[in-house]
């Protein structure tokens, strides 16, 4: 069983930036995928961003430029940093991990990314 805790998000203006967290723990398996989904209430969870223990990186068309994905393997920890943060990024961002990117395994308990004036 993995556990993931998120740690970031909160309320920021048009144009400002964010930076989320999410720390895997318990036994995590190799090679995985880690990144995150968001989603609002009423639609599909969307998928925003993920990266490889090897570093290799996916980016949703919505969001390339504006967000960067990372990760320290020594710590099992990845960050997203938003910049250029548009109201249509807001929504409750979900961390996950899994042998895919179309396939989490485990999810952390989601964290809400709020871009409004």
């Known amino acids: 069983q993995v556990q993931l805790v998120e740690s970031g998000g909160g309320l920021v203006q048009p144009g400002g930036s964010l930076r989320v967290s999410c720390a895997a723990s318990?036994?995590?398996?190799?090679?995985?995928?880690m990144g995150w989904y968001r989603q609002v209430p009423g639609n599909q969870r969307e998928l925003v961003a993920t990266?490889?223990?090897?570093?290799?990186?996916y980016y949703a068309d919505s969001v390339i430029g504006r967000f960067t994905i990372s990760r320290d393997n020594a710590k099992n920890t990845i960050h997203l940093q938003m910049n250029s943060l548009e109201r249509s990024d807001t929504a409750v961002y979900y961390c996950?991990?899994?042998?895919?990117?179309?396939?989490?395994?485990?999810w952390g308990q989601g964290t809400q990314v709020t871009v409004s004036s």
């Open positions: 318990g036994s995590v398996f190799r090679p995985n995928v």
């Open positions: 996950f991990i899994g042998s895919s990117r179309w396939s989490p395994s485990s």
């Open positions: 990266i490889t223990n090897g570093g290799g990186m």
